[in-house]
Every structure is written in C-alpha cells, then in structure tokens.
T-cell receptor, first 115, second 115 residues
Framework: AQKITQTQPGMFVQEKEAVTLDCTYD???????LFWYKQPSSGEMIFLIY??????QNATEGRYSLNFQKARKSANLVISASQLGDSAMYFC????????????FGTGTSLTVIP | ETGVTQTPRHLVMGMTNKKSLKCEQH?????MYWYKQSAKKPLELMFV???????ENNSVPSRFSPECPNSSHLFLHLHTLQPEDSALYLC??????????????FGPGTRLTVL
C-alpha cells in the first residue's frame, strides 16, 4: 500500500541548531517523487524541497536538505541553522501511482524553535 | 491577486444547506486539486483536474461535487453535509508536464464547520 509515515508528532530545536524530521514511505511504484511542505499557523502549505526516485544526489534548497535513503525508503528533512520562523507543521508527501496523480501525505511533525 | 486564492476563508453551514467553495489560481497552471485536512489525520486528496478534465476522484461522497470551468477556477459544491465533514479544505495547483517534480502551490484553505 502507498503510505507516508512521520513518527515524530512534535519536535523542539534550539535556535541556530540543526534538526532532522523523519519520513518513511512505502510504494511499489518504480517512479515516485517525494516532497516536503511547511504549514505555518496561517494554514497555507509552502513547498520546501523535492526528491525524485531516480535522483542520485540528495536535494538541497538553501537551509533545507533531504537525506534520501532509497533502500531504507526514508526521506528525512534536515533544517540547518534553525530560525524562529521555522516553527510550523512539516509534512512529508509522496507522488506515485500509474498516472502520477496520486498524492500521499504524512500526519505531519510540529516543529518548535526555542530562542 | 497572486498565487492561489480561496473563498470564503471560513464557512459555517447546517446539514441541509448548499454552499460552494471557490478556488482561483493566478499562476497559469494546468492542474488543480482539492484536499481535505482533518485534525490529526493525513491530508486527503479528493479530486484532481488536468486541463479542466477530472482525472481522479478518490472515493469522495457524492455530497461533494467539484466543478472546473477553466484551468484557473475550481469549485467544490457542498450539499447535505455531515458534521464529520468539518475540516480545512485546501485547493492546490501545479504545472503538469512530462515530469513529476513540479510542486503544488496551495491556497490558504477554507475552514468549514458543519453544524
């Protein structure tokens, strides 16, 4: 079954420290895409980073990097140098399916950055 | 207006009412989506439209009726809803092509309460 699992309901990190948010996925499709989104309290989902199943290198976008371990089916998000504005819900998502039109989201991780 | 807009932002309705949610994207994208976000549950994909054609309907009850008159507008018509339908309804859009790496851009959502 296609599924995304985020096992950390809540995380705390000190400002300026790095933090890793865990994500594991399950799919039998050979082609898939993995995404991370941030959802502040305002409700809008903000795209952070993408990793394709055939990408050889880990994706990076500014302070965000994705630790992609295909054999373990994990796609952890690493946020370096945390800022107070990083406090939000973070969702891992997967795009898969024969047509690529199926999107699966995890239950999210609430990140709180402590000054 | 920029990005993806949704109206209304908040909606309270009785179980016998009929209402509609509106989504508009100003990004020139060719695909639009409706999601349901309930507390402590993963984001659920409801409907997908590519080039105004519905391509996915993930077993959504018929009391939810989508309409996509053009690539920029998406509606979700609601009638005889149940209290368990109370949730945040998110609209998203993306530019679809040969690859899956195009991220979705989300609107701020409509907070729906069914009494």
């Amino acid at each position: 079954a296609q599924k995304i699992t985020q096992t950390q309901p809540g995380m705390f990190v000190q400002e300026k420290e790095a933090v890793t948010l865990d994500c594991t996925y399950d799919t039998s499709d050979p082609s898939y895409g993995l995404f991370w989104y941030k959802q502040p309290s305002s409700g809008e989902m903000i795209f952070l980073i993408y990793q394709g199943s055939y990408d050889q290198q880990n994706a990076t976008e500014g302070r965000y990097s994705l630790n992609f371990q295909k054999a373990r089916k994990s796609a952890n998000l690493v946020i370096s140098a945390s800022q107070l504005g990083d406090s939000a819900m973070y969702f891992c998502a997967m795009r898969a399916g024969r047509t690529g039109n199926q999107f699966y989201f995890g239950t999210g991780t609430s990140l709180t950055v402590i000054p | 207006e920029t990005g993806v807009t949704q109206t209304p932002r908040h909606l309270v309705m009785g179980m016998t009412n009929k209402k509609s949610l509106k989504c508009e994207q100003h990004l020139g994208h060719n695909a639009m989506y409706w999601y349901k976000q309930s507390a402590k549950k993963p984001l659920e994909l409801m409907f997908v439209y590519n080039f105004k054609e519905q391509t996915e309907n993930n077993s959504v009850p018929s009391r939810f009726s989508p309409e996509c008159p053009n690539s920029s507008h998406l509606f979700l018509h609601l009638h005889t809803l149940q209290p368990e339908d109370s949730a945040l309804y998110l609209c998203a859009s993306s530019q679809e092509g040969s690859y899956w790496y195009n991220e979705q851009f989300f609107g701020p959502g409509t907070r729906l309460t069914v009494l």
